[in-house]
Nanobody, 118 residues
Framework: VQLQASGGGLVQAGGSLRLSCAASGSTFIFTTMSWYRQAPGKQRELVALMTSGRGADYGDSVTGRSTIFRDIAKNTVYLQMNSLKPDDTAAYYC?????????????WGQGTHVTVSS
């Protein structure tokens, strides 16, 4: 299974970006797909998470400014980020997770970099 993240780049403060992450090679649709980020010198933190049948959860730092949504048919998750701030500068990683019985399937994408200039 591979997760291919894209959409990062350089944007001015106040701007918007949409990240996408497509899962390929999986024989099933992941129940949970999420976005994390890691800024230099900081720990990885949850940005947004979407679980089928349960909706979305957001990290405190992006609540109200970001929306996570999925295209189930494409096994793809998106992260729409608005009103970006320099503090949003980080590498953004997508995660796909599925638990079936006693087996957990957990995959990470390679990361896409977001730089927000002031």
């Amino acid at each position: 299974v591979q997760l291919q993240a894209s959409g990062g780049g350089l944007v001015q403060a106040g701007g918007s970006l949409r990240l996408s992450c497509a899962a390929s090679g999986s024989t099933f649709i992941f129940t949970t797909m999420s976005w994390y980020r890691q800024a230099p010198g900081k720990q990885r933190e949850l940005v947004a998470l979407m679980t089928s049948g349960r909706g979305a959860d957001y990290g405190d730092s992006v609540t109200g400014r970001s929306t996570i949504f999925r295209d189930i048919a494409k096994n793809t998750v998106y992260l729409q980020m608005n009103s970006l701030k320099p503090d949003d500068t980080a590498a953004y990683y997508c995660n796909a997770n599925e638990v079936r019985g006693f087996q957990e399937y957990d995959y990470w994408g390679q990361g896409t970099h977001v730089t927000v200039s002031s």
